[in-house]
């Protein structure tokens, strides 16, 4: 059975190798995320951590249209964003396990990730921290008289936090190019918007009233989100001023942890909303479009989705196995 080989597509057309690079990106997102809520069960993994799972399509999209030198700055649940900002998955997964090969030296766990190589700046647990530095990306961007736009990727909950407006309000006011990527999920840890905000909101109609534009889209369409992403980040490039993407979507597992919420008889939802959500799920809904479109068969994406679990499944293990921090480096500032 053959693997699908990216770098060799013979498709003859520019949007099939785009579908199918979205995919890969895809499938590289979840299924490290499935391993690794598979051993953090094994509780190795000391640092609490938010999966994402289910909401890989925000993340592919906005950086599937992005540059290398572009800089992402995200928040907890931050492994999306730093996988598809090109982090590595080895590194990932030696920062949960504390190892000293990890992003942040095995010091920082599962919501302090950086790859700044790849323009993975920075991860805070600290709700609309990013938006802030984000935008001070972008003024330093425009200062430099670069081309390159920054993203703070967020969930609707950070717009409960002044913080948020404060740094929108600047980013309009100064035209900066920064995108604002709201992930609404619908909750902030367990309480739905409709307990933290007034009847009838609509997130966008707020932001626009800071005069930024403002799109609201189907988060769990890998190719909606990213050709709508593009359209916004050639706005930012040429000087436009800053964009809300607000990206409906949603968590399959706890706020915080690998299990499922009725695995612990939570209430504040229930199996069957999640089930419904799943049923949209990005992975499956991109394996349909590359199967409808005639760009591969299902044998071949199967086969495909079987060799990278494989090999990220030996690519976590390796880190597991990789050395811990040495005590000497415990005040090291690098």
């Known amino acids: 059975m053959q693997v699908l080989d ?5 498709q003859g057309s520019s949007q099939a190798h785009l579908l199918l690079k979205l995919h890969k990106n895809l499938l590289n997102v979840r299924l490290t995320e499935e391993l690794l809520a598979e051993r953090y069960r094994e509780q190795e993994m000391r640092t609490p951590a938010h999966f994402g799972s289910g909401q890989e399509a925000v993340a592919v999209g ?18 999306n964003h730093y996988l598809a900002k090109g982090g590595s998955v080895y ?40 938006t802030a530095v984000a935008v001070g990306a972008a003024l330093s961007f425009r200062m430099d008289r670069s081309d390159h736009v920054a993203v703070t990727f967020f969930g609707e909950g950070a717009m409960d ?23 609404n999920n619908l909750y902030a840890t367990e309480s739905p918007m409709s307990v933290r905000q007034a ?7 707020r932001v626009r009233a800071f005069k930024v534009d403002a799109i609201k889209l189907d ?5 909606e989100v990213y050709r709508t992403a593009e359209k916004a980040v050639a706005q ?12 409906m979507t949603y968590r399959w597992r706890e706020h915080v942890g690998p299990h499922f919420d009725d695995e612990l008889n939570r209430t504040y939802r229930t199996r069957e909303e999640v089930e419904r959500w799943m049923r949209h799920c990005p992975v499956k809904r991109s394996e349909q479009r590359l199967v409808e479109l005639d ?24 880190a597991r196995d990789a050395p811990w921090p040495n005590v000497s480096t415990l005040f090291d500032w690098t």
């Open 6 to 10: 990216l770098a060799g597509t013979e």
């Open 62 to 79: 906005v950086c599937v249209a992005l540059r290398q030198t572009d800089a992402v700055f995200s928040h907890h649940r931050c492994h």
């Open 91 to 130: 590194q990932l997964a030696a920062e949960l396990y504390g190892r000293a090969d990890g992003c942040s030296g095995g010091r920082g766990g599962s919501v302090h990730l950086t790859a700044p190589e790849q323009g993975f700046i920075a991860t805070s647990a600290i709700l609309g921290e990013m």
């Open 161 to 183: 936090e002044g913080a948020f407006y404060e740094a929108l309000n600047y980013a309009s006011i100064k035209k900066l190019p920064v995108l604002f990527a709201c992930e």
């Open 199 to 205: 009847p009838g909101t609509e997130l966008c109609e």
């Open 219 to 223: 988060g769990n369409d890998v190719l």
């Open 236 to 247: 930012l490039r040429r000087g436009e001023g800053p964009v809300f993407l607000e990206c």
């Open 295 to 318: 760009i591969c068969t299902r044998d071949e994406l199967d086969a495909l989705r079987e060799k990278m679990h494989a090999e990220i499944a030996a690519t976590i293990e390796r």
